[in-house]
Antibody
Framework: QVQLVESGGDLVKPGGSLRLSCAGS????????INWIRQAPGKGLEWVSF????????SYADSVKGRFTVSRDNGKNSLYLHMHSLRVEDTAVYYC??????????WGQGTLVSVSS | QSALTQPASVSGSPGQSITISCTGT?????????VSWHQQHPGKAPRLMIY???RRPPGVSHRFSGSKSGNTASLTISGLQTEDEADYYC??????????FGGGTRLTVL
């Protein structure tokens, strides 16, 4: 069955960096766009980024542009989110979700990033 | 990239029908049929309920339906059940090659 598993969440100080990972299984990872979506504690969903199946197209929300970079390694069935210059407002559960043609049907369970001094 | 506008809360009694609205702009809902609705129970990952305005993924009850008119999309849940109590989020692809979510609507089944 399709499975997405996020990892890498941690407590980090403002201005710090972190790399999140998303491992896919149960499907041909290299066939799909993958998105990152986050949810701050008690708040709604916020789209963060997507990367195309081959990695040649990437897009970012204005709130993270220039600070976050999405990448993927199709040989390892893995997606990454490199986060720099972290801010308190980046505190959230980060989900990866597979794009099945402009719909996000499969989501991971999320990984928590906490930015605090 | 302003969030889509949803009511903060709606409520209904078991068996009733409710509708949640989601208002965007000509740059998202108004120009694309890539509108989705997700359900989220506390502590759980979101679940896709409706995609491409009005299609249901396998396993989603026919009680859930979607529609769109102009810059506004709607989710209707008929025959409300207690397990429908959750947060609901709309989302849309945008003209800027991004996605945008609504602020979420808390559904209470009285």
């Amino acid at each position: 069955q399709v499975q997405l598993v996020e990892s890498g969440g941690d407590l980090v100080k403002p201005g710090g960096s972190l790399r999140l990972s998303c491992a896919g299984s149960g499907f041909t990872f290299s066939d799909y766009y993958i998105n990152w979506i986050r949810q701050a504690p008690g708040k709604g969903l916020e789209w963060v980024s997507f990367i195309s199946a081959t990695g040649d197209t990437r897009s970012y929300a204005d709130s993270v542009k220039g600070r976050f970079t999405v990448s993927r390694d199709n040989g390892k069935n893995s997606l990454y989110l490199h986060m720099h210059s972290l801010r308190v407002e980046d505190t959230a559960v980060y989900y990866c979700a597979r794009d099945d043609g402009f719909n996000l049907e499969y989501w991971g369970q999320g990984t928590l990033v906490s930015v605090s001094s | 990239q302003s969030a889509l506008t949803q009511p903060a809360s709606v409520s209904g009694s078991p068996g009733q029908s409710i509708t949640i609205s989601c208002t965007g702009t000509i740059s998202d809902i108004g120009d694309y049929n890539y509108v989705s609705w997700h359900q989220q129970h506390p502590g759980k990952a979101p679940r896709l309920m409706i995609y491409v305005v009005n299609r249901r993924p396998p396993g989603v009850s026919h009680r859930f339906s979607g529609s769109k008119s102009g810059n506004t999309a709607s989710l209707t849940i008929s025959g409300l059940q207690t397990e429908d109590e959750a947060d609901y989020y709309c989302s849309s692809y945008t003209a800027y090659n991004t996605w945008v979510f609504g602020g979420g609507t808390r559904l209470t089944v009285l």
